[in-house]
């Protein structure tokens, strides 16, 4: 999965739906037998889609996730850009695009810090179902 993909899940536990624990989900335990995975797949650039989607970026929440993957470099404020084709934005724009669109989380688990449910990532999918007796 996307590390895009992670600013928009959350626990799907019923119980978990109002608590703001429940977001972002927590790349802070890992198990020694599917130990966290990143690699890099290739997607086309463009400027216009990374500014597009900033405005809908959680960038506290990024912050974090981009933070428990070993990745600092984030500015601690959601940028501001006004031109996406504009000299200086350019490298933040490719490191942004970098970040969320070509680094792949391929293996890994996911918690929820409000009931500690793990959700687990295989060959880049993260799986949301449930067992059932969690199932509303
Ligand atoms: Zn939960």
């Known amino acids: 999965m996307k590390i895009l993909t992670t600013n928009f899940v959350q626990c799907t536990v019923k119980a978990c739906g109002s608590s703001p624990d429940c977001f972002p989900l927590h790349f802070d335990q890992q198990t020694e037998d599917m130990p966290l ?11 216009e889609f990374v500014y597009n989607i900033l405005p809908r970026i959680d960038w506290p929440a990024l912050l974090i996730t981009a933070h428990e993957l070993g990745n ?8 501001e850009i006004k031109d996406p084709r504009a ?14 669109l070509e680094t792949q989380i391929t293996q890994g688990t996911m918690r929820c810090a409000n ?21 509303p």
């Not at 600092?72 to 940028?79: A, F, G, I, S």
């Not at 687990?120 to 993260?126: E, N, Q, Y």
Request: glycine content about 4%; hydrophobic content about 40%.
């Open 37 to 47: 995975e990143l690699a890099h797949e290739d997607v086309d650039y463009s400027p």
């Open 72 to 79: 600092d470099q984030l500015p601690m404020n959601k940028p």
């Open 87 to 100: 000299p200086e934005h350019e490298q933040l724009l490719k490191d942004l695009h970098i970040l969320l």
């Open 115 to 135: 009931c500690g449910h793990l959700y687990f990532i295989r060959d880049s999918i993260a799986n949301f179902l449930l067992p059932g007796h969690l199932v």
